[in-house]
């Protein structure tokens, strides 16, 4: 007979688990999982952050420490040749209206450049101390007034009107079966040399038809001349005899340079309601005249901004909203504005913005927004805002229409609203502001 077997079950035996009780460990399992991936996720970018924080604020010393050595040098170099021309005789000869010469050209060179920093005129007198004292208001950034700055542009103007530019030959003629125009730029004459120690320029022209400013042109370039001749015609489709009258012929000569931007030498504007075009080709001779000179003696505008600091984020906001009463840039009566925006510390640039381009208005509406980090642990006190407003030109240099400084190191109705972004953080703050050179 064979032996029955039998099995004992121990109390304490594993029992099968459910289908619920392992789905449930395996959901406790990834939730543990997700929670410590984004723990260590958000330590990785907080660490990233405080990296980055940290290389700008090295960056921005290292800059300051250049700076600050540089301006250094060139103080100890000028009161070396300010201390050695008052030391010659006590009539100041020669040495010293060389310093006083110099000095003027540097305050006329800066007072008729972007961004409104030159100082004034000296007086035909030589007197040393008000060298001394124009040459430290010319290494202050807000050391010019307004009667130093109106005199400075008044004699560049003046200036500019004595200097010959030289003469445009153009010929124009309109085809009626075709409805075309037809403008031939024959040559240029007695052009100003690009540097008077070498010696001529290497010349081309541009030409577009305003208002629109949708035909534009321009000719080869002629090398090392003074007198280029081109003969060349350009043929403008699509134009009515009717729409003739409201065409401006508008012609910029420039020099080319291979190294850098092209120098503008001057501009023909000739308006088409001044010539009979029914009959024949009609030749022209116009004098080249400087660029935008008439436009100097109109106000700058004004910029309508707003600032808002948030300390937790350390970050500013800048809503640059509009602006008005702007000058007329274009020879149309208009202006295509933008606005650059620059974060400065301790007057160094460190972050640029800018809005688009507005076209063919003198009070644009921006309404664009945009956010500054502010370097880590400096809060607003080395901090300030620089605003440049500038005419967008496709054809030459974008011009600069007006600038605006907001910060501590201003005064008047700037720093009264940098004072209200402090003592109000979090808060929009928008106020109008004069533009100026």
């Known amino acids: 007979m064979g032996k029955a077997t039998h099995i004992e079950h121990h109390p304490l035996a594993p029992q099968s688990l459910s289908t619920s009780a392992i789905f449930g460990v395996c959901f406790g399992v990834m939730v543990m999982f997700g929670t410590a991936t984004a723990i260590a996720y958000k330590c990785y970018k907080r660490q990233l952050a405080k990296n980055a924080q940290n290389r700008l604020s090295s960056a921005i010393k290292k800059g300051l420490k250049e700076s600050n050595n540089g301006n250094l040098k060139k103080t100890s170099s000028a009161r070396k040749v300010i201390m050695k021309s008052k ?97 031939t730029i024959l040559q240029a004459s007695e052009l ?36 280029p001749v081109y003969d060349e015609t350009f043929t403008f489709y699509g134009i009515s005899y009717n729409q003739l009258a409201g065409i401006t012929l508008h012609f910029v000569v420039l020099s080319f340079d291979r190294f850098s931007r092209d120098e503008i030498i001057g501009e023909v504007v000739y308006p088409l309601s001044s010539v009979d075009l029914s009959q024949k080709e009609v030749s022209l001779c116009k004098d080249i005249t400087p660029r935008h ?52 510390y301790n007057g160094q640039r460190i972050a640029k913005k800018k809005t688009h381009v507005k076209k063919r208005t003198l009070n644009p509406v921006f309404n664009e927004s945009f956010l500054f980090d502010v370097p880590y642990n400096e809060g607003l006190h080395s901090i300030s805002l620089e605003f440049l407003l500038l005419d967008f030109d496709r054809m030459t240099k974008n011009e600069v229409i007006g600038r605006l400084e907001i910060g501590s190191r201003t005064t008047g109705q700037e720093l009264h609203h940098w004072n209200e972004v402090l003592n109000c953080p979090r808060k929009q703050t928008a106020e109008w502001h004069k533009l100026k050179e």
């Open 192 to 227: 100003p040399p690009r540097d008077p120690s070498i010696g001529g320029c290497d010349p081309y022209i541009k030409l577009q038809l305003l208002p629109e400013k949708k035909h534009k042109c321009k000719t080869r370039v002629l090398r090392k001349t003074l007198n």
């Open 87 to 183: 030391a010659t005789s006590p009539t100041y000869p020669s040495s010293g209206e060389h310093i006083g010469g110099s000095l003027a050209e540097r305050g006329q060179s800066s007072g008729s450049g972007t961004s409104g920093g030159g100082g004034g005129p000296l007086p035909s007198q030589f007197d040393p101390g008000h060298v001394k004292a124009e040459y430290s208001i010319e290494n202050e950034k807000d050391g010019a007034t307004p009667e130093k700055d109106e005199c400075m542009r008044e004699k560049h103007e003046d200036d500019l009107k004595t200097q010959h530019l030289g003469t445009l030959h153009f010929s124009t003629e309109y085809d009626s079966q075709k409805n075309a125009l037809l403008v």
């Open 293 to 344: 000179l008439k436009f100097r003696t109109q106000g700058r505008g004004e910029l309508l901004v707003s600032l808002s600091y948030q300390p937790a984020a350390n970050r500013l906001t800048v809503v640059v909203l509009k602006a008005r009463n702007l000058p007329k840039m274009d020879v149309t009566g208009l202006s295509d504005p933008y606005v650059k925006i620059y974060l400065l």
